[in-house]
């Protein structure tokens, strides 16, 4: 027991929150799993928590237990309100919830309205179908690092991957992997088994830890975005013929970023695609 709350299963059913697939309804029941992942974001005294997707409050209530000072919980199911009303009145002033779409709402700016002043972060179990948007979304925040100094965010297995992906593990690098390389440190912690949802999802899960890098070396996230985009989007090609399209002559860009044209997008590191960008940017950038 972490509270004198109800068990989530009697929550949910009192309240009649049957799993929704279309909202990437996986709930955890499990307050030791709950637990463990509100521990990953710790220690949480003066933090503020932002939580997307808190579903009937499982995760929520570990992390009001486990000392966050606030969560902010994004909740996009408006019949979860009820549940998460018991939630606030358990912890008074400790629970904002946020009725409303993560994936339009700036976190940053809920913890400037409704933060409680200390460090802040960013801590939930992601709703699958909008998970990889969610992270672009927030690790393409500008200005950088933001005001999170911690993410800690549970995945499908094969898109934690991806995030943590470098040239060593080829078929999973890509785009997701050079943004998190560039802007991150991103780790998997551990993997929850499908049995430990209700419904059970088809695949395994992660969770994943990304830790800020504070001076993420220079360069334009729309560009790198543009040369990751070009140069995966023909993996198996070399570089001198992927990445043509860029409005630049690809041997030039190779050459200015010091990158050998023959090389294939997954031989090439977050350091080699921030030197492509920055090629990008001078060689488009024309005086006035
Ligand atoms: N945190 C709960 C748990 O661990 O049991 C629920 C997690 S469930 C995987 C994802 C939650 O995100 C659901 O409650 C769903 O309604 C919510 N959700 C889905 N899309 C959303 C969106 N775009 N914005 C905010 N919440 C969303």
């Not at 933001?146 to 470098?166: C, G, K, N, P």
């Not at 695949?203 to 070009?230: G, I, Y």
């Amino acid at each position: 027991m972490i509270d004198d709350l109800p068990p989530l299963r009697e929550v949910v059913a009192r309240h009649g929150l049957d799993a929704r697939k279309s909202l990437g309804q996986n709930f955890l029941f499990d307050l030791n799993l709950t637990g463990r992942i509100a521990r990953a974001a710790g220690p949480l005294e003066d933090v503020t928590v932002v939580e997307v997707g808190p579903g009937p409050g499982g995760l929520t209530r570990a992390l009001l237990a486990g000392g966050a000072a606030r969560v902010i919980a994004v909740e996009r199911d408006s019949r979860c309100a009820p549940a998460l009303a018991e939630i606030a009145e358990r912890y008074p002033g400790r629970l904002t919830v946020i009725e409303g779409d993560a994936l339009e709402l700036d976190p940053a700016e809920l913890v400037r309205v409704h933060g409680a002043g200390g460090p802040a972060r960013i801590c939930a179990n992601l709703p699958y179908n909008v998970a990889t948007a969610l992270l672009v979304k927030w690790l393409e925040a500008e200005p950088w690092p933001s005001v999170f100094d911690r993410y800690v965010l549970m995945f499908q297995r094969e898109v934690a991957e991806r995030i943590v992906a470098t040239p060593a593990q080829r078929a999973d690098y890509g785009r997701l992997g050079v943004l998190c390389g560039w802007r991150t440190r991103a780790r998997i912690l551990f993997d929850v088994s499908p049995a430990a949802f209700t419904p059970p999802p088809k695949v395994v899960s992660s969770v994943v830890e990304l830790t800020p890098n504070p001076e993420p070396p220079p360069c334009d996230r729309q560009a790198l975005s543009k040369v990751a985009q070009a140069a995966f989007g023909q993996r198996r090609k070399m570089l001198r013929q992927s990445l043509k399209g860029l409005g630049v002559k690809p041997e030039l860009l190779l050459a200015s970023a010091g990158i050998v044209e023959t090389l294939r997008a997954e031989e090439v590191d977050v350091a080699g695609f921030v030197a492509l960008a920055r090629a990008l940017r001078e060689l488009t950038v024309r005086p006035d």
